[in-house]
């Protein structure tokens, strides 16, 4: 399970991510196409920090939805660690 839209809870988000990655939440959305990059940075850093796996967001909300665009390249590293986590 991944948190999405980290940013939205502010410090918020951190905690939560810390009080429930026992409990299964074990990424973070931290490439997302609105994220300027000291978000990004800062999403990466807290991921690395508490050993969460790094999610991408699309913006896409089921079969009915638009298909959107994550806007950002996954590095080959995370990319790598993202697939893993998805299997």
């Not at 948190?3 to 409990?23: N, Q, S, T």
């Not at 950002?72 to 995370?78: E, F, T």
């Amino acid at each position: 399970m991944s948190l999405a839209h980290p940013h939205l809870y502010g410090h918020l988000g951190v905690i939560l991510l810390r009080r429930y990655r026992d409990a299964g939440l074990t990424g973070v959305e931290a490439f997302y196409g609105a994220y300027d990059p000291r978000e990004r940075t800062h999403w990466l850093e807290v991921a690395d920090d508490l050993g969460v796996t790094c999610t991408a967001g699309s913006d896409w909300h089921g079969p009915d939805a638009s298909v959107g665009q994550i806007g950002v390249d996954v590095p080959d590293d995370r990319a790598a660690r993202l697939r893993a986590w998805l299997d």
